[in-house]
């Protein structure tokens, strides 16, 4: 099993790009996360999903979109990249009974 | 507004201190509280509680849950320099919902 993975693992952006962080898991798992760490935080929920096809949004959704077409795969798109998203990235999943979240090795963006 | 707060932000011990760790909440519906370990990069999970007074052990750390003064603590004893890390504790809100403190920084040193 890969576990949870993400690509990329580091990214640049210009202002007003737009880019798509990739995140895969091998387990099965109904429950996907997308969260954000600015530098000496905690981790801000941005979507969640409970299963293909539904995604809710979590704290900080603004300026991201998801999709969830399969158990597998949980991409998060930004549309209109700003500063204000520079931050570490993780993607989690979990498993139906709810007792951890697996979470990726983390995408660092950065944008300029 | 839901809320986790965690204390002290940061701490420095020497080897073979015993560490407290506090997390307070205040959040809708709760479910569940989960401990997390964040060395350089992901959380790693530690402990998940959902039962007042139940105490939750693995090795040198312990965690338990008050759900009536609404508030969690991980204790870790006989610290190592490997326990250095920062230690998350984050709240189920609603369901799947979970909502993390901004940590404590632990630094132990030799």
């Known amino acids: 099993n890969a576990g949870v993975t993400q690509t990329p693992k580091f990214r640049i952006l210009k202002i007003g790009q737009s880019m798509t962080l990739q995140c895969t898991q091998d387990?099965?798992?109904?429950?996907m996360y997308w969260y954000r760490q600015d530098p000496g935080m905690g981790l801000k929920l941005i979507y969640y999903?409970?299963?293909?096809?539904?995604?809710d949004k979590g704290e900080v959704p603004n300026g991201y979109n998801v999709s969830r077409s399969t158990t597998e795969d949980f991409p998060l798109r930004l549309e209109l990249a700003a500063p204000s998203q520079t931050s570490v990235y993780f993607c989690a999943s979990r498993n139906d009974r709810g007792n951890e979240q697996f979470f990726g090795p983390g995408t660092r963006l950065t944008v300029l | 507004e839901d809320k986790v707060v965690q204390s002290p932000l940061s701490l420095v011990v020497h080897e073979g201190d015993t560490v407290t760790l506090n997390c307070s909440y205040e959040?809708?519906?709760?479910?569940?509280l989960l401990w997390y370990k964040q060395e350089k990069k992901a959380p790693t999970f530690l402990f998940m509680l959902?039962?007042?007074?139940i105490e939750k052990k693995s090795g040198r750390l312990s965690s338990i849950l008050d759900k009536k003064e609404l508030f969690s603590i991980l204790n870790i004893t006989a610290t190592q320099t490997g326990d250095s890390a920062i230690y998350l504790c984050a709240v189920e809100a609603r369901a799947y919902d979970m909502r993390f403190g901004a940590g404590t920084r632990l630094t132990v040193k030799p």
């Open positions: 387990m099965n798992h109904n429950y």
């Open positions: 959902t039962s007042s007074g």
């Open positions: 999903s409970v299963g293909a096809g539904i995604t």
């Open positions: 959040v809708t519906n709760f479910r569940s």
